[in-house]
Structures are given as structure tokens and as C-alpha cells.
């Protein structure tokens, strides 16, 4: 909950379960607490227990590109340019 009482609405909502591409990265411990945590508040929101913070990676990647209006601005230049060839 916020510090006001009010409830916050998060960023990521249901994890979808799609076909993984494997990856192996190493992060730091205080990114992986805050993953554990992130998973904890997920699981209050949407009345489903805590996902594994391994499946929230790549929702939160998703929804930080999805957001970055510089990313897309480029994403859509390179995809027209890539078009015209």
C-alpha cells in the first residue's frame, strides 16, 4: 500500500505463461530482493500466489520498453528502415 493507505495499482498485472527462450544472467542481490518483493505485492494484487522472481523479469523488461517513448521512436525508425530495403 502507498504511504497514504491508499492502494497503488502496479505496473504488471497476471504473468502470461509463454514459451521461454533461455537466458542466464546474474544480478545483483538487492535487484533479486526487490524481484522477491515485487512478486510478494503482485500476488495482494491480483489474489495469486507470489511468482517465482525468474518469471517477473521478463514482464517488467516488456512493460520498461513498451514505456520508453525514445525505444519506440528508434524501434519504429529501424523498422521502417528495414522495411524500405
Same mark, same amino acid.
Given at each position: 500500500?502507498?504511504? %497514504?493507505?491508499?492502494?497503488?495499482? =502496479?505496473? +504488471?498485472?497476471?504473468? !502470461? %505463461? !509463454?514459451? &521461454?527462450? *533461455? =537466458?542466464?544472467? !546474474? +544480478?545483483?542481490?538487492?535487484?533479486?530482493? #526487490? =524481484?522477491? @518483493?515485487?512478486?510478494? @505485492?503482485?500476488?495482494?494484487?491480483?489474489?495469486?500466489?507470489? &511468482? !517465482? &522472481?525468474?518469471? +517477473?523479469? @521478463? &514482464?517488467? +523488461?516488456? *512493460?520498461?520498453? @513498451?514505456? #520508453?517513448?525514445?525505444?519506440?521512436?528508434? /524501434?519504429? /525508425? =529501424?523498422?521502417? *528502415?528495414?522495411?524500405?530495403?
Amino acid at each position: 500500500m502507498a504511504e %497514504d493507505g491508499s492502494r497503488s495499482k =502496479l505496473k +504488471l498485472g497476471i504473468i !502470461e %505463461d !509463454e514459451k &521461454p527462450v *533461455r =537466458l542466464t544472467v !546474474e +544480478l545483483p542481490a538487492a535487484v533479486h530482493r #526487490d =524481484l522477491i @518483493a515485487y512478486g510478494q @505485492a503482485l500476488a495482494q494484487e491480483t489474489s495469486q500466489s507470489a &511468482p !517465482e &522472481p525468474v518469471k +517477473l523479469i @521478463a &514482464p517488467i +523488461l516488456a *512493460r520498461f520498453m @513498451a514505456t #520508453d517513448r525514445a525505444f519506440m521512436r528508434v /524501434r519504429k /525508425r =529501424l523498422a521502417a *528502415r528495414s522495411g524500405s530495403s
